[in-house]
């Protein structure tokens, strides 16, 4: 094979693994193209957990073929019993000779082994291929497999002078329908969507996702996902009669104290109660994302207010902003994106590298990483 057809090949896959965004959680996306003679024999990808990986799928279209055949995946094949049989055994088994791989898994139980196995095999192994595009797919499941918290993405919506809400706390709505959808798509790729309890209490909100699941691009048998709400709630101030707890799917506050009154009515009204360390005012945010790590949650979608976005952002707890800017001005004396008294010099400001920039709508969309100080 040229490093061009290399190239196509592996793009397909990763393009195929794209198709599983909503829907692999807790696992991740991941697509598999197989070719012999310069042809492709067999495609896959995983589409959700418990269901076969990629490289299984791709294999059953191929059959007989695969014999002979080079694979392009876009993650490393797992080589553990899982739900799902070891997906290096089935490469080999089918006579697979040569295996491209764009990414090594950064899973402990895999980390290389299936890659070992492969090679151990007699099969040719290549890696590092479109590397940086496989990761991307991944951002959640790459944090949690290293650091044992997920991804964090702070979505935000302002005004071209950077405000988020009247200063009465109005602020329905500030951008597009079609920026809304936007949002509704970043809530169905999250394992969860988090809020603070000031926003709750204010607002009142569903977090949900309102797309069906044509309008996600998903196989008619694949339902609109559901992502796990999470409140942080130091107190456990939320009402029983709260919206999203009618709500189909599951929500989980986070508290430092409580009564067992309160967790009780709050746990027949369809809530979990789990507490984290902290105190009446504030919980230790880095404890509560390795908690929900700990229950496999991948990417978290931040839809709050000012003040936990500041504290957020302060403790290097976001790893990505996404920023709709609406094109119009909201004065003054509105809201702000983020509470942040400490700032007080040119010095102290948070640098962002900007990596995406759309139009969506009439707003524009800005994708931004926080740049590490040193």
């Known amino acids: 094979m040229s490093l061009l057809e290399d190239h196509r090949h592996m793009a397909r896959a990763i393009q195929l693994a794209a198709r599983g965004l909503y829907t692999t959680h807790p696992n991740p996306r991941v697509g598999c193209v197989l070719v012999k003679d310069h042809e492709p024999i067999g495609e896959g990808y995983h589409r959700r957990a418990g269901e076969p ?155 949900d996702v309102r797309l069906s699941p044509a309008e996600l691009e998903l196989e008619s048998d694949l339902e609109t996902p559901r992502p796990l709400r999470v409140v942080l709630d130091p107190q456990l101030q939320t009402p029983a009669t709260a919206r999203m707890l009618r709500l189909p799917g599951d929500t989980l506050l986070l508290c430092a104290e409580s009564t067992p009154e309160k967790t009780t009515a709050l746990t027949a009204a369809g809530a979990r109660v789990m507490p984290v360390t902290g105190n009446r005012k504030r919980l230790d945010l880095a404890a509560a994302l390795e908690l929900l790590g700990g229950l496999q949650v991948n990417e978290v979608l931040l839809e709050c207010g000012a003040t936990l976005a500041g504290v957020m952002l302060e403790q290097g707890l976001i790893d990505e902003l996404v920023v709709y800017l609406a094109p119009h001005i909201m004065g003054d004396g509105a809201r702000g994106l983020f509470h942040l008294p400490g700032l007080r010099r040119m010095a102290d400001r948070f640098a962002l590298q900007i990596t995406d920039l759309r139009q969506v709508g009439r707003d524009i969309r800005i994708t931004a990483t926080p740049v590490p100080s040193h």
């Open 53 to 207: 990986h990629a490289e299984r799928n791709a294999l059953a279209m191929a059959g007989d073929k695969a014999r002979g055949a080079t694979a392009y995946v876009s993650l490393e094949p797992c080589s553990h019993q899982g739900r799902t049989p070891p997906c290096s055994d089935g490469l080999i088994e089918a006579g697979i000779s040569r295996v491209v791989v764009a990414m090594q898994d950064p899973n402990p139980l895999v980390a290389g082994r299936g890659l070992q196995q492969l090679d151990e095999a007699g099969i040719e192994v290549e890696v590092g291929l479109m590397q940086a595009q496989a990761e991307a797919l991944n951002p959640g499941f790459i944090r949690r497999m290293q650091q044992g918290r997920p991804y964090v993405r702070c979505k935000l919506a302002m005004s071209l002078d950077g405000r988020t809400a009247m200063a009465s706390g109005e602020s329905q709505w500030i951008t597009s329908p079609e920026a809304r959808r936007d949002v509704h798509r970043l809530r169905a790729r999250s394992s969860a969507i988090m809020t603070g309890v000031g926003t709750l209490l204010a607002d009142d909100p569903s977090l």
